[in-house]
């Protein structure tokens, strides 16, 4: 008896180990007796601590409690990361939104849906070392900038040098990766580099302590998101409860991460092994801001207005010719803006 006795705790504790590690079936509701949806999400840029609450989701369970199964792949910036959309590869991501903007008034976002708001207002700008010579906007002009190719910065960039006052043809671009643009910055291969300013630990971390200046886009484009979750249309049609799962799941992992840095950070590491916890730490700290958690509205809804009147901005600015109903780029219904908050 004392060795079945051991055999069956040895079975039920690999059970529960299993269990805790795959994701298994909802105990409520109509998913109870159902196998897991599997799905998978494109990070916007990388494994870094600003995508922490997607990695976060999946470690507290968030997912599994909605009866989802999501593998994690990182993602390179809009282009990329719709590519992986478009194909198959992916059934949901993240973009910046303003991107999202300019590739609807282009007709170039019609298969896609952005379903949720991450950011209350674009995290896009320019990080450059301090000392350098760059200390404000205009200093950008005869300079060398590096972004992930086909990512947002260079796309709104004439938008934004136009209103900081310079000449946005003066600027000389090159092409990054996810991995390689903090160093980039470090050695000198370039004065500043185009992505989120929220990577700031990153890219001071890179640069040995360095200090860093920031040159945010929102200085000048006002009424824009920042991150935005994206599926496609198709999906949204054929299994709207799931995309509802899903970014309801998705945007408690936001709200638990900022909620709670340090453990998100370790967290983290335990799925991205290079994750520098305290760089990760910091970087999560300086999203607070950004998500918006306690403003009037539930976490990752859309307010109509703000869209529209960020769209006019950009039309505006000549990003494209005509405008576009709000609905052609965001679809309203998943995250109803009177809904409860997650």
């Known amino acids: 008896m004392p060795t079945r006795r051991t055999l069956m705790r040895a079975a039920i504790g690999s059970a529960l180990v ?14 109870k007796s159902k ?8 990070t916007g840029f990388g494994s870094f601590g600003d995508e922490a609450f997607a990695y976060v989701a999946v470690a507290k369970g968030f997912f599994r409690d909605v009866n989802i199964e999501v593998t994690i792949i990182p993602g390179a910036g809009g282009e990329v990361n719709l590519g992986y959309l478009g194909s198959g590869k992916a ?10 903007l300019v590739r609807t008034g282009n007709g170039k976002f019609d298969p896609f849906r952005c379903v949720a708001a991450c950011h209350r207002q674009t995290l896009i700008g320019f990080l450059a070392l301090g000392g350098k010579g760059i200390a404000g906007p205009a200093d950008l002009a005869h300079k060398t900038v590096a972004q992930q190719a086909g990512a947002v910065p260079k796309t709104l960039f004439p938008a934004y040098a136009r209103l900081a006052g310079f000449d946005p043809s003066t600027v000389n671009w090159i092409n990054g990766t996810p991995q390689t643009l903090n160093a980039m910055l470090a050695s000198g291969a370039c004065s500043a580099i185009g992505t989120y300013v929220t990577s700031i630990a990153n890219a001071q971390r890179a640069a040995g302590g360095h200090e860093i200046v920031t040159l945010p886009y929102s200085a000048y484009l006002t009424d824009l998101y920042g991150s935005v979750i994206v599926t496609t249309q198709k999906l949204i049609e054929t299994n709207p409860d799931l995309v509802r799962r899903y970014t309801g799941a998705i945007m408690k992992g936001l709200d638990y991460t900022i909620k709670n840095p340090e453990e998100s950070a370790e967290l983290l590491k335990k799925t991205i092994p ?8 910091t970087t999560i700290k300086t999203l607070i801001p950004y998500v918006g958690t306690g403003q009037s509205g539930p976490l990752g809804a859309f307010d109509q207005g703000k869209v529209a009147r960020g769209t006019a901005l950009l039309q505006g600015l000549g990003m494209f010719s005509s405008g576009f109903a709000p609905e052609k780029a965001v679809d309203f219904s998943i995250v109803p803006a009177g809904s409860k908050a997650q």
């Open 35 to 42: 196998e897991p949806d599997k799905v998978t999400h494109a």
């Open 91 to 100: 059934q949901f991501t993240e973009i910046d939104y303003s991107g999202a």
């Open 18 to 31: 299993t269990a805790g590690c795959s994701s298994s079936p909802s105990t409520s509701g109509n998913n």
């Open 274 to 281: 290079t994750t520098d916890v305290p760089t990760a730490v």
